[in-house]
């Protein structure tokens, strides 16, 4: 809870500091803010705190492990995404305290412990981002995302509620502890929860991107701005991964009847719409885009083997993915890749070792190529679930092998003997930064395995 507080008091200040008219002082107000938030974090239930007894959020070491990955990565976005920023609007104070609103809404949905707090954590989180989405002015493509991405997210968050509604009306409680004692004694009104049930699986696949409700993903992350972009596809899907699992792992546990086969067919038409969809495509974010819904099936594989270690598996398969995407959409944001288009980047790893390099890590781990993160999170959540879903595991063994192909695909392009003759990089200290964290997180991510 002190940490959500300390980021919070971050934005505003970070708001009053905008007056100012100087980016910097914003950069650095929201990174001095997330570090303290992250330390304090850190050191959660070791102290005396005056929210102590604060009843709606509580962070495990679980929670805390999730939280602290979404506060390293939001720093990683602000500090690449920085130069581009101030290069799209004017308001780049505001846009800093969007992120770390945006960012109090995804621990809120780590730590929620009643339904009203899951309700508001998610619209905390979304409500900057329909915003975020539409940062560039002079866009029309970021204008459009941000409509389609605020009319859809508000169309699901219609199911949301009438799910909570019906647990409610089911339960006769809001939080967790009572609602899974009652399920777990059987007064239940069974109708009405397995319904509530339903709309809030579905409102969960659409905020994760997952088949079939990934229809938005595409088009908002392609048209929204590359910073916006990587905090979709890193914070909020890390977030929103959680919260999932931790809805149908403890809560609905007993109820797994009802919503595994939803889960199973949403994994399996994931594992190939989306790595399908992405072959013969143009444009670098859209594929990004593509790959997040297959990579979402992945991460899903928690949710049908769910035993001690599955949390552990999907953390470190997050922390794989959400790196990677960070370092790939870095790249973009140093090519200053306006028209998003995957052959500007010909031969841009020849001339720039260091985004070779991470280009290269970012690429194989998320195919799944050892000794990288992505494969020892993927091998992981495939081990786990191989005895009861042997069938489920050779599909997602199948759909890498598709994403391999353009993944190697992207690789071969970037070491194009010859490179685009329009391509402009402006690679400062900022990215090198990032591209280094990044870099050392995707070869190094997995001693937390250990």
């Known amino acids: 809870m002190d940490a959500l507080i300390v980021i919070f008091i971050t934005g505003l200040i970070g708001l009053f ?60 976005i602000l500090i690449a995404g920085f130069n581009q920023v101030r290069k799209d609007t004017k308001d780049s104070a505001e846009i800093m305290s969007l992120f770390l609103f945006s960012l109090c809404g995804a621990l809120c949905l780590i730590g929620f412990q009643d339904l009203s707090m899951f309700f508001l954590g998610l619209e905390i989180l979304s409500i900057p981002l329909y915003v975020l989405a539409g940062a560039n002015q002079n866009n029309k493509n970021s204008i459009e995302a941000s409509i389609k991405y605020f009319f859809t997210g508000s169309f699901m968050t219609c199911f949301l509620i009438m799910g909570i509604a019906f647990v409610y009306g089911a339960t006769g409680k809001f939080d967790l502890v009572g609602i899974q004692e009652i399920i777990a004694a059987g007064q239940y009104s069974k109708p009405m929860l397995i319904i509530g049930v339903f709309f809030i699986v579905a409102a969960l696949l659409f905020k994760v991107g997952a088949v079939p409700f990934h229809f938005w993903a595409p088009d908002v992350y392609q048209g929204s701005p590359d910073y916006v972009t990587a905090f979709m596809a890193s914070v909020v899907k890390v977030a929103m ?79 794989g993915y959400g790196f990677s995407v960070i ?83 992207m690789i071969f392009t970037s070491y194009s003997p010859e490179p685009n003759p329009e391509q402009v990089v402006k690679l400062d200290s900022l990215h090198y930064l990032v591209l280094s964290v990044c870099g050392i997180s995707i070869l190094s991510g997995w001693l937390f395995m250990l």
């Open 17 to 76: 500091a905008g007056l100012q008219k100087k980016p910097s002082t914003s950069l650095i107000i929201s990174l001095v803010g997330l570090t303290a938030a992250a330390i304090i974090q850190a050191f959660n239930g070791q102290y005396n705190s005056i929210f102590g007894k604060y009843q709606s959020l509580s962070f495990d070491e679980n929670q805390i492990n999730f939280s602290l990955l979404c506060i390293v990565m939001t720093m990683l």
């Open 241 to 319: 991964l959680y919260t999932f699992y931790k809805f149908l792992s403890t809560i609905f546990i007993d109820l797994s009847s009802y919503w595994s086969g939803l889960i199973y067919i949403s994994i399996v038409l994931s594992l190939f719409i989306g790595y399908l969809a992405a072959i013969g495509q143009t444009f670098y974010k859209r594929l990004i885009a593509y790959s997040s819904i297959t990579h979402t099936a992945f991460a899903l594989f928690s949710l049908l083997a769910i035993d001690n270690e599955s949390v552990n598996d999907l953390f470190i398969f997050t922390i």
């Open 327 to 409: 370092a790939l959409v870095t790249v973009s944001m140093a090519t200053e890749n306006d028209k998003d288009e995957i052959s500007y980047l010909k031969g841009i790893s020849r001339k720039y070792p260091i985004i070779g390099v991470v280009f290269i890590f970012a690429l194989l781990s998320l195919t799944g190529i050892p000794p990288f993160t992505g494969f020892f999170g993927k091998s992981l959540l495939f081990y786990n679930a191989f005895s009861e879903f042997p069938l489920l595991v050779l599909f997602g063994i199948i759909s890498t092998a598709i994403g391999g192909y353009f993944y190697l695909n």
